[in-house]
């Protein structure tokens, strides 16, 4: 009895709601400095959510945080791609597909200008053996089955991406990556989940990106003491997400002193009040079965999700 529940819990692993990762924020240097945020996250075990946020400069797709890029970035290729080349190969090798993916690549494209979407496109394909990736059919309504493989990867909610990694793949060519659920305007902290996200899951649109403040009002800066009222609604959001399809990420839970947010190069408005109170949310989090919980803090959220 006992093989046969592993069996199925295997075998149930990539659907939403079965596995509560560490998204690992911002994970790339920022001027000049932090260069070992890759090799951090990557240290914290897998499986693992990586977030890169992506620029287009003198024809080269980079990994930067602010606009406009120098040009000194690294390249998305060689800081990401060929970092996980040894993971993707060992995996494959293996071919524990249970396991799978054994990383989710979070793309945050810092700006929607064609030649960068298209550079981008073209460079998954170059490392396709690796990607998680479904059929382009004429009824983009309904979901396909994934083909897995140890790398997922999701984008954000912007037509303009879904232009270029959907509506111009193919009918039955292969969709490389996944965007995120529109959120209807002006949702927030009291807006009935059914109201934020109406419809399910289609074949591109897979996840649904939130804010903290859509759980607790005015965001980390301002969250109080954690109640069961906010429990109930961030559990709310959860249920809403997976039962239509989506799996589910909030950003960006840390709990840095003002001078450890400095030291660390990360942005003030992410914080609670404090490690404890940040600890409150990922606990939470976790219960309620977030699939993607995304901080700057990789090893202390890795640690209490271990627990």
């Not at 800081?79 to 993971?87: D, K, Q, S, V």
């Not at 054994?102 to 394909?125: H, M, Q, T, Y």
């Not at 840390?254 to 109170?277: C, D, I, Q, R, V």
Request: proline letters at 6%.
């Amino acid at each position: 009895m006992f093989f046969l529940i592993a069996a199925v819990a295997s075998s149930l692993a990539q659907t939403p709601g079965t596995r509560v990762l560490l998204d690992a924020h911002n994970c790339y240097p920022q001027d000049g400095k932090w260069n070992d945020r890759i090799d951090r996250a990557l240290a914290t075990r897998l499986p693992l959510a990586i977030e890169q946020d992506l620029h287009y400069i003198g024809g080269r797709v980079v990994v930067a945080h602010d606009s406009p890029p120098t040009g000194a970035e690294p390249a998305v290729r060689d800081y990401f791609f060929e970092r996980i080349r040894p993971l993707m190969e060992s995996a494959l090798q293996k071919n524990d597909r249970a396991t799978w993916p054994i990383l989710v690549l979070n793309l945050d494209f810092k700006s929607n200008e064609r030649p960068l979407l298209e550079a981008v496109w073209k460079l998954l394909g170059e490392y396709e053996g690796w990607i998680t990736t479904a059929k382009r059919t004429g009824n983009g309504a309904a979901q396909e089955a994934l083909e897995w493989k140890p790398l997922l990867i999701l984008t954000g909610d912007a037509e303009e991406q879904e232009r270029v990694f959907y509506d111009e793949v193919p009918v039955g060519g292969k969709l490389r990556l996944f965007g995120a659920a529109r959120v209807v305007n002006g949702s927030q902290w009291n807006t009935p989940p059914a109201m934020m996200v109406p419809a399910r899951a289609s074949n591109y649109r897979r996840w649904w990106n939130n804010p903290w403040n859509v759980v607790e009002q005015g965001g980390q800066q301002n969250a109080g003491d954690w109640t069961p009222e906010d429990e109930s609604r961030l559990i709310a959001l959860v249920n809403h997400a997976h039962k239509h399809g989506y799996w589910m990420r909030f950003y960006t839970l840390n709990g840095y002193t003002p001078a450890e947010t400095l030291a660390m190069g990360t942005t003030k408005s992410y914080n609670f009040a404090s490690e404890f109170a940040a600890k409150q949310r990922w606990l939470a989090a976790r219960q309620a079965l977030v699939d993607f919980i995304a901080s700057d803090m990789y090893e202390q959220l890795a640690a209490t999700l271990r627990q």
